[in-house]
C-alpha cells in the first residue's frame, strides 16, 4: 500500500505512492462526515485518513478524473457554486456526488 510521510509546508501527512506524482501529490486530510476523498483546485487530492484501504485506490483514480476535468477547463468551483462547462450548478441545491451529476458521470465511468 503506501506510506506516510509528513509535509512540512502544508502539515498533511503526503500519500508516498505510485499514485501521487509532483503534479497530483495525494494526502491524508480528515474530510467531512461522508466524504472520503476530494480534488482540489491546485491539482491535489485529499483523502480521508479513515477511508477502507480498499477503497483509497478507486478514491483516487475517480478524484484524478476531476484533477483532469479542472485542467481542461470544463470543471471549476467556489465555496457557493461548481462549474460544468460554463452551467452553474448551486451547492446549496444539489447533492453533492450524486452520481447524476455530468462531471461524476465521467468520474464514475472512468474510476
Known amino acids: 500500500m503506501a506510506y506516510k510521510m509528513k509535509n512540512n ?3 498533511l501527512d503526503r500519500i508516498v505512492s505510485e499514485e501521487s506524482t509532483p503534479d497530483t501529490p495525494i494526502f491524508l486530510k480528515k474530510l467531512e462526515e461522508g466524504v472520503v476523498a476530494e ?3 491546485d491539482g491535489s487530492i485529499y483523502v480521508d ?3 477502507p484501504a480498499k477503497l483509497v485506490k478507486t478514491a483516487i483514480s ?3 478524473v476531476h484533477i483532469d476535468q479542472m485542467r481542461r477547463g ?3 468551483y467556489d465555496d457557493k457554486n461548481v462549474y460544468w462547462k460554463g452551467k452553474l450548478y448551486k ?3 444539489m447533492n453533492e456526488g450524486a452520481k447524476s451529476l455530468p462531471w461524476e458521470k465521467e ?3 472512468k474510476q
Open 91 to 93: 451547492r446549496s441545491t
Open 9 to 11: 509546508l502544508s502539515g
Open 62 to 64: 475517480h478524484e484524478k
Open 49 to 51: 485518513p479513515d477511508t
Open 39 to 41: 480534488a482540489n483546485k
Open 107 to 109: 468520474a464514475y465511468k
Open 74 to 76: 470544463d470543471l471549476d
